[in-house]
Each structure stands twice: as C-alpha cells, then as structure tokens.
T-cell receptor, first 111, second 113 residues
C-alpha cells in the first residue's frame, strides 16, 4: 500500500528539549517537504529536499533541522531554539513540480 | 511568504448549491494546484492547472486560471455535506527558483445538509 507515513500523531515537548518528527514514503518520490500549519492558517514551508543528501531552507527554517540520508526518509527536528513550536506539522512528497502527497500530520504541543 | 490568498476566508452554503472560491497570487507560475483538507488531517490534491491552460474539470470541480490577472477560481457544483472542508490554492513559482509549492491561507467551506 503506497503512501507517506508520519509519526507520531501527537508529540509533546518539554522546554529545552529537541524532538524529532518522522516522515517515511514508499512512493519512490525524489522530493520531500515539511510544512507547518498554525490553527486556522495556511501552510508555511520549513524545509524541502529535491534529492538525497541535499535540502533547502523554506520561509521559516529557524529553529528546525532536517536530514535526507535515504530517499524514503526526511525527519524533522524541532530544536530548543524554536520558541513557539506548537503547531500541526505536515510532511509531503512528490515528483518534482507535480502534485504533493501528504501524510496525516503530527500535532506538536509544549508541556 | 503567502503567495496565494484565497477569498472568501469562509463560506457557508446549502447542500445542492454551487461553491466558488478564488485565489490570487503574485509571481509568474509554472502551475497552480488546489487541495482539500478535512479538519485535523493531511491535505488531498484536487486539481493541477498549468500556466498555459485556462480551464480544467474533474468531476464536480471546475478550475479556471487567468495568468494576466494572476488569479484562479475553484467551483464545486451541486455541493454535498461531505464537501465541508478547507480548500487551499498553491503555486509553483517560476520567479523565485524555489522548487516547492507556496500555499495560501485557505477558504473554509461549510455545506449545510
């Protein structure tokens, strides 16, 4: 069953803690993306990757980091430098410049 | 940056009526896409329209694109309660060199049964 999987569905972060959100796809897509969505708002681009071992910053990359060591995986780390991390995080993949396939999202909250 | 801005922000209609949502954007584009999101879920792709296309249909969906006005519209005909969701436009910009979509703020559609 092809698709894109995000985990966990809910995540809680303590102050000063780094947390990592998982994103895995088996669609054989080269491109992967991370977006942040605040309540009632649109999506803002955090990072994206067009190919393994390469990634680019989006509009709101500060306080986040990513890696792309495998084609299937694009994990996002929310670092302690991100002072307002509470949001819904969406991962997506695509053939470059074509439609995006989204995961079901991770809701991150601060304890 | 929000490339696309949807209008209206919220729309409430009766089942069976048509729903029209508009999107304006700022740069030249390769394509414009519309997505749907049910509350608390991921987005689902609806339609992609390329910059050299003016109109596209998919089932009860009709999308138009006017590149001279930098605008697009999504029409849902004969709406159903199940169409209740948020709808977003997203643009693949030709100007910025960024190879990722930029999303608008969305239209929240409520279809009353």
């Amino acid at each position: 069953d092809g698709g894109i999987t995000q985990s966990p569905k809910y995540l809680f972060r303590k102050e000063g803690q780094n947390v990592t959100l998982s994103c895995e796809q088996n669609l054989n897509h080269d491109a992967m993306y991370w977006y942040r969505q605040d309540p009632g708002q649109g999506l803002r681009l955090i990072y994206y990757s067009q190919i393994v071992n390469d990634f680019q910053k989006g509009d709101i990359a500060e306080g986040y980091s990513v890696s792309r060591e495998k084609k299937e995986s694009f994990p996002l780390t929310v670092t302690s430098a991100q002072k307002n991390p509470t949001a819904f995080y969406l991962c997506a993949s695509s053939i470059v410049r074509e439609k995006l396939f989204f995961g079901s999202g991770t809701q991150l909250s601060v304890l | 940056s929000q490339q696309g801005e949807e209008d209206p922000q919220a729309l409430s209609i009766q089942e069976g009526e048509n729903a029209t949502m508009n999107c304006s954007y700022k740069t030249s584009i390769n394509n414009l896409q519309w997505y749907r999101q049910n509350s608390g879920r991921g987005l689902v792709h609806l339609i992609l329209i390329r910059s050299n296309e003016r109109e596209k249909h998919s089932g009860r969906l009709r999308v138009t694109l006017d590149t001279s006005k930098k605008s697009s519209s999504l029409l849902i005909t004969a709406s159903r309660a199940a169409d209740t969701a948020s709808y977003f436009c997203a643009t693949d910009s030709r100007d910025t060199g960024r190879r990722a979509l930029t999303f608008g703020s969305g239209t929240r559609l409520q279809v009353q049964p």
